[in-house]
Structures are given as structure tokens and as C-alpha cells.
């Protein structure tokens, strides 16, 4: 919303419903390393603000050439964004607090649902918004990261 003017901001929250889909914050975490760490597909997003981070603030890893960074541990992640929170800086927005990013104290959100029961939700919020009859959410599928907690926590 941040591209709108406060007119088309204050429309569309009178008029639209609004939603948002919250996780498990150590699930998300995890989901968030995993994805622009560990992912090739997003890999170069995760070393870009990797690399990025490190210049301006000391790290305890080796950092490779200019070129190649090399990508943090589950741990030294966590660390960092430990780091960044207690030192009051605001996080990046794949791992930054709900209530930092949605404002669910400021704005009336109509439906808050929960990532792990996305696919009920979802048709909730069709129903909510009349659309229930446009989009079938059959075979909506959710993360394995769930699975994968005991192995980093």
C-alpha cells in the first residue's frame, strides 16, 4: 500500500476485506532461511543480503570474494536476527515481526488465518468475499518446514 495515495489507501480499507495469513514465528524463520539460503532458486537474493549486511556490520564467518559470499549457518542466521532485534534495527521483511509488518493493532483485519490451516481459511475467506464460487482451492499444498523443526531447533 505504500504506492497509494492516502484516498486510495483509505478506500480500499473501507471497502476491501482484509486478511492476513499468519505461522509459527520459528517455522517462519525457518521457512525464511531455508528459502533465500538454502533454495538455488533464491540463493542469490540470500547471499545479495548476506553480502550486503556484511559490510556494514562484522560477522563471525569468512566471507569468500566479492563475488561469493559464503551463506550463514541456521545458527549464526538466528544470531543475526537476535542481533538485529535487540539492537533495535528493523528486520528484513521475510523474517520481520507480524506486528511490525501488518500492523494487526492498527488496521481491523477481517480474517487472520494461520498458514497451517491455509487451505480451510482460504475457502473461509472466498466465502467472506463471495468468491467461493469463482476459485476451487482443491490440492492447495503447504510447506514441508514443519517436518524439518526438530532438525535445526
Not at 13 to 21: C, E, P, Q, T
Not at 124 to 132: E, H, N, S
Request: hydrophobic letters at 35%; glycine letters at 4%; a positive charge.
Amino acid at each position: 500500500m505504500d504506492k497509494l495515495s492516502p484516498d486510495e489507501i483509505r478506500f480500499r480499507l473501507r471497502n476491501y476485506a482484509k486478511v492476513m495469513i499468519v505461522r509459527h514465528p520459528l517455522e517462519r524463520i525457518l521457512s525464511a532461511y531455508r528459502d533465500k539460503f538454502k533454495n538455488k532458486k533464491y540463493r542469490r537474493y540470500g547471499a545479495n543480503y548476506w553480502k550486503d549486511f556484511s559490510k556494514s556490520r562484522p560477522l563471525p564467518l569468512t566471507l569468500g570474494t566479492a563475488t561469493q559470499v559464503e551463506l550463514p549457518t541456521f545458527r549464526e542466521f538466528i544470531d543475526h536476527i537476535l542481533d538485529e532485534h535487540l539492537n533495535d534495527r528493523l528486520l528484513e521483511r521475510h523474517w520481520r515481526e507480524y506486528y511490525k509488518l501488518c500492523a494487526p493493532c492498527t488496521f481491523s483485519y477481517d480474517v487472520i488465518g494461520k498458514y497451517e490451516t491455509m487451505a480451510q481459511d482460504v475457502d473461509g475467506i472466498l466465502r467472506l468475499i463471495a468468491a467461493d464460487h469463482l476459485v476451487k482451492t482443491t490440492g492447495l499444498k503447504t510447506s514441508t518446514t514443519s517436518s524439518l523443526m526438530h532438525n535445526y531447533y
